[in-house]
């Protein structure tokens, strides 16, 4: 199984990524933790400077445990169709069924709050402020996926994401 999750920062969206992989024993990737490592090895300047490289790398681990037949949750933003397509691509090639779940927060006040009340929990590694996350370049999502708008407890959200998982 192959869940990859995408939405602005804020959604909530990791908690619900973490959660799932705990409950599925995947192995959970979050490009976030990947970006900050980048950065803490001296091997990107700062976050301006990551580019594409926590998805590329990402991309690369995600590969190495599909193929190893384990399960794999990835937690990325995943804002434009260029990154959602690496996700798709990598799924053709190990012949592992995707899953997308797109979180978003419609409550725009409560998104905002919980922007703007966030603190990182990674070294090395900024959360966004609400200026940013409006300001970013973000396509919308196409085709098929799992739609969360993560209001109210997010375990009711774990559970239909699972639900829908075992469906596929």
């Not at 001296?42 to 995600?62: I, K, M, T």
């Not at 996700?87 to 409560?110: G, H, I, N, Y």
Request: glycine share 8%; aromatic share 6%.
């Amino acid at each position: 199984m192959f869940v990859v999750f995408g939405g602005l920062p804020g959604t909530g969206k990791s908690t619900l990524a973490a959660e799932v992989a705990r409950r599925l024993r995947a192995t959970y990737l979050r490009v976030d933790a990947i970006e900050a490592a980048l950065i803490g090895a001296g091997l990107v300047a700062d976050q301006a400077s990551v580019g594409a490289a926590g998805y590329v790398v990402a991309n690369r681990v995600a590969e190495s445990s599909l193929r190893t037949g384990l399960d794999v949750v990835v937690d990325a933003v995943n804002p434009v169709e260029l990154a959602r397509a690496g996700w798709r691509e990598l799924a053709t090639a190990t012949d592992v069924p995707l899953t997308f779940v797109e979180v978003t927060c419609s409550d725009r006040d409560r998104h905002r709050r919980q922007v703007e009340q966030r603190e990182s929990d990674l070294a090395d590694w900024r959360v966004p402020g609400w200026a940013a996350v409006v300001e970013r370049d973000y396509e919308p999502w196409t085709g098929e996926r799992i739609e969360v708008d993560n209001l109210g407890d997010p375990q009711v959200h774990v559970e239909r994401i699972l639900s829908g998982l075992r469906r596929e």
